[in-house]
Nanobody, 123 residues
C-alpha cells in the first residue's frame, strides 16, 4: 500500500508564495516510484496537470505556471515538493500530488493520489 500525504496549502495574497510538500509512505517493498507530480482541480472542472518530475529529475510544467512554480523531489525520502511564487488568483484550487509506483520490475505502474490540499489566492 502507498499513501501520499500532502501539506502546505493555505490562503495567500496575489504575488505571494506557498510551498507544497508530499510524502509517500510505503507499506512493504516496491521496485520504484517513477513520475511524481502535482495536479490541481477547481470545482466543476477536470483535474489538470501543474507540474511533473521524473525519477531522474526531468520536469514538465503547465504553460501558465512556467517561471513561477518549481517542482523538486527527494528520491531517498520519497517526497515531492512544489514551490509556488508570484501566485495569482487563477492558481486557486485543490492541489493533489501523484506518484506512479512500480511494485515489481515486471509490473505495470499504478498511480496513487494524495488527499488534496486547498490553495486560495486572493486578489
Amino acid at each position: 500500500q502507498v499513501q501520499l500525504v500532502e501539506s502546505g496549502g493555505g490562503l495567500v495574497q496575489a504575488g505571494g508564495s506557498l510551498r507544497l510538500s508530499c510524502t509517500a509512505s510505503l507499506s512493504g517493498s516496491i521496485f520504484s516510484i517513477n513520475d511524481m507530480g502535482w495536479y490541481r482541480q477547481v470545482l466543476g472542472k477536470q483535474r489538470e496537470l501543474v507540474a511533473l518530475i521524473t525519477r531522474g529529475g526531468s520536469t514538465n510544467y503547465r504553460e501558465s505556471v512556467k517561471g513561477r512554480f518549481t517542482i523538486s523531489r527527494d528520491n531517498a525520502k520519497n517526497t515531492v515538493s512544489l514551490q509556488m511564487n508570484l501566485l495569482k488568483p487563477e492558481d486557486t484550487g485543490v492541489y493533489y500530488c501523484s506518484a506512479d509506483v512500480q511494485r515489481r520490475v515486471w509490473s505495470a505502474e499504478q498511480r496513487y493520489w494524495g488527499q488534496g490540499t486547498q490553495v486560495n489566492v486572493s486578489s
